[in-house]
């Protein structure tokens, strides 16, 4: 990629100081940057390091002496991040091309739209659906009756089960899989998994040998919204009888795995090996951290914060933050590890007063 710093600006929004016309090709962290890279130094711990590379130009926190550190140009960035999400888009190397590869298989009955780019080896089933400018990546898989909007990105080996709906701009990790069958099974009669649950565990464990587990099969399929991104080998099951759905703008990381029926709300962000258990509802903007464990059937309001590893095993009120195992207010939370941090030394102390 070739850009000059003004186009980067005018891209960015941002404030250009210095030399406009000076190109680069890439960006760096300041000490590996050459010549032709912007360096990303958006505080001021970075300015030590921008004297080991040989960066031309950087993108800078308001306020830097950026001629002081030997620079030509400088993009300011209040901030920085933000700035990062632009930049790496304009400068990201992902192709625009367009056409379907001689060894693609694509049904007779699906609809391609303009500019659609299907790659090596890929798969579209009959009665699929690509909207215009999508990307079908080498090997991907898109079941029959699969619709996507415009701007689609299946990144190479995902699978997208038969009827699942996406919005726009959808983007859909490696080996990432979206409608497969839920995990639902059933005995002829009550099993000592239900038995267990339903009596807290006082009930009689049941003596039938080989219980035959019946598949429910899932017929729900999967609806995303707009701007989703789907993580790599991250899985979200198709619902038994309605849908799974996520939200507008919702993010899902690597290896996340969203059972059936499961609804997510918009501009969520579930962080990497979120596990959550069928029919979870999820409120608008919650965030929920890495590890993170939803059981079966609960709600989780809007603008939630579960911080990583915790365990919900009851339902969640909006605007929350949660913490722990079981996951309680982050507040309670840490005052109880306190005070399990405090219990060695308060019994060594009662075992002392009962000798005296």
């Not at 699978?159 to 002829?188: C, H, K, M, W």
């Not at 009662?350 to 005296?356: D, Y």
Request: hydrophobic letters at 45%; glycine letters at 14%; proline letters at 4%.
């Amino acid at each position: 990629m070739n850009f000059t710093l003004s186009e980067i600006a005018t891209a960015l929004n941002a404030e250009l100081q210095g030399d406009g016309s000076l190109r680069v090709t890439g960006a760096a962290e300041p000490g590996q940057a050459g010549e032709d890279d912007l360096a990303l130094a958006m505080s001021p711990k970075w300015a030590e390091a921008l004297q080991l590379g040989r960066a031309r130009a950087a993108l800078v926190w308001p306020g830097a002496d950026w001629r002081e550190m030997g620079l030509q140009g400088a993009i300011i960035a209040p901030r920085g991040r933000l700035a990062m999400a632009g930049l790496t888009q304009l400068l990201d190397a992902a192709g625009a091309e367009s056409g379907i590869h001689p060894s693609a298989v694509v049904d007779a009955s699906a609809e391609i739209g303009e500019g659609v780019f299907v790659g090596p080896l890929a798969v579209i089933g009959a009665g699929a659906v690509i909207g215009a400018n999508s990307r079908i990546m080498e090997q991907a898989s898109i079941g029959p009756g699969v619709r996507l909007g415009q701007g689609a990105l299946i990144h190479s080996g995902a699978r997208l089960g038969r009827n699942v709906v996406a919005g726009d701009r959808l983007i859909v990790q490696p080996n990432a899989v979206i409608g497969g069958d839920g995990f639902s099974f059933v005995t002829e009669s009550e099993s000592h998994v239900e038995s267990a649950r339903a009596e807290l565990g006082q009930g009689k464990v049941s003596e039938e040998a080989d219980p035959t587990w019946h598949r429910i099969h899932s017929l729900g399929s999967v609806i995303l919204g707009d701007d989703v991104e789907i993580g790599a080998c991250a899985t979200i099951d198709a619902g038994t009888i309605r849908p799974t759905r996520v939200g507008n703008g919702s993010k899902i990381d690597n290896l996340v795995q969203v059972g059936h029926n499961c609804v997510i709300g918009d501009h969520c962000l579930l962080c990497g090996h979120v596990g959550l258990a069928g029919s979870v509802n999820i409120g608008d903007r919650s965030v929920l951290g890495g590890k993170v464990g939803v059981s079966d059937n609960l709600n989780i309001g809007a603008d939630v914060v579960l911080t990583g590893g915790s365990i919900v095993l009851s339902n969640v009120p909006a605007g929350r933050v949660m913490m722990g195992y079981p996951a309680t207010k982050i507040d309670s939370q840490v005052e109880s590890y306190k005070a399990l941090r405090r219990l060695p030394r308060l019994m060594r102390d009662l075992a002392a007063s009962r000798k005296g």
